[in-house]
């Protein structure tokens, strides 16, 4: 992500209200299941980093770590991909019960192939997901993702976009999210305690 804080602030109170609405939703036992607020996930229909057409369906008995931004990002995404992909190791055998996938946010530059020779740099386990136009932007909307193209001075663009790894259970519901300054550690002995069943969805 390139840092533009001023344009990030509506978003940012947007999903703080989401956030805080799931927060206090999820604290509030005696609301009927059927009564959600807006709920981050949803249905998707994509391909993978071999072309292969992939949906949410194939991942359910997995935790999906799932994080969106594109393979040209000069900071942010690279440093968030290497904190997911340090986390699975970390977590040893563990792993194997955890998908961390990556959404491009700008699919007309990834690729399969592109997002292929990108994630090879953050370990095996890694599945990138791209679409047409219309499918990213239906899965950036389940997400509460923002992204907007920048123009580069000298030509080309940048994508701003949001900052948020979520944490998505194996009957795919949102379980709670991260960003990168949790680091690699942390991140998985967070993911340790929602696999024994022992999260704090805080
Ligand atoms: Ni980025």
Redesign the pocket.
């Known amino acids: ?2 840092r533009t804080p001023l344009a990030l602030v509506p978003y940012l109170i947007a999903l703080a209200a989401v956030i805080g609405g799931l927060l206090s939703y999820a604290g509030d036992r005696s609301v009927g299941a059927s009564q959600g607020t807006a709920a981050i996930g949803g249905p998707f229909a994509l391909a993978d980093q071999n072309g292969a057409p992939r949906t949410d369906k194939d991942f359910r008995g997995q935790y999906l770590l799932i994080y969106f ?2 393979t040209f ?6 440093t ?1 991909l290497s904190v997911m992909g340090d986390a699975m190791e970390k977590l040893g055998p563990l792993s194997e019960r955890v998908t961390p996938v990556f959404v491009t946010v700008d699919p007309a530059r990834d690729t399969p192939k592109v997002l292929k020779a990108y994630l090879k740099s953050f370990g095996p386990r890694f599945v990138g997901l791209t679409g047409s136009a219309d499918a990213i932007a239906k899965i950036s909307r389940e997400y509460a993702v923002y992204a907007a193209k920048e123009p580069l001075q000298g030509g080309g663009y940048a ?1 701003t ?1 949001s ?1 948020t790894i979520y944490l998505m259970g194996p009957n795919g519901k949102f379980l709670t999210h991260y960003d990168e300054a949790i680091g690699p550690d942390a991140l998985a002995v967070k993911l340790k305690d929602q696999i024994a069943g022992t999260g704090n969805p805080a």
């Open positions: 992500m390139i931004g594109y990002c000069p900071d942010v995404c690279p968030t994508m976009h900052n």
